[in-house]
């Protein structure tokens, strides 16, 4: 991919990022196939059906445990439509967690794109640093641009 289409894809999913309800962290997800078709979208937010009331957003020991990251919403909107990510790219704002990277890893995303210059947070740097590892170490590819 040319950096012009990778800070296209990039956009499209800051500016999905911004459908979440998420008052404090808002990420987006594009899964592009190799031929630059879109093929999955995503944004932080509960499951379908799933209640977002301020209350639940705003209290983090009530939120954390509903709300789907963008990466998961992004495979799994793939997977209730019967569409494969292999071989695909994640588009994603931010990067991804552990509990994410699992699931790229799982979904057989083959390269993960991330914003560069982000500052990560201390309470997030960690996890942050664990994830990489095991993207890295499954063979999945990381890139910021």
Request: aromatic share 6%.
């Amino acid at each position: 991919m040319t950096e012009k289409w990778d800070n296209r894809f990039l956009q499209l999913a800051e500016h999905i990022s911004k459908w979440s309800k998420d008052p404090s962290t808002k990420v987006g997800c594009v899964v592009v196939g190799p031929d630059r078709e879109i093929r999955s979208t995503g944004f932080n937010g509960f499951p379908r059906g799933i209640d977002d009331s301020e209350e639940r957003l705003t209290n983090r020991d009530l939120k954390y445990p509903l709300i789907c990251h963008a990466e998961e919403n992004a495979i799994m909107h793939a997977a209730r439509i019967g569409l494969s990510l292999k071989d695909c790219t994640a588009y994603v704002t931010w990067p991804p967690c552990t509990r994410c990277a699992r699931s790229l890893i799982q979904a057989g995303i083959s390269e993960v794109v991330i914003p560069s210059g982000l500052e990560i947070p201390d309470r997030w740097r960690e996890d942050f640093e664990l994830s990489m590892s095991l993207m890295r170490e499954s063979g999945l590819n990381i890139r910021s641009v």
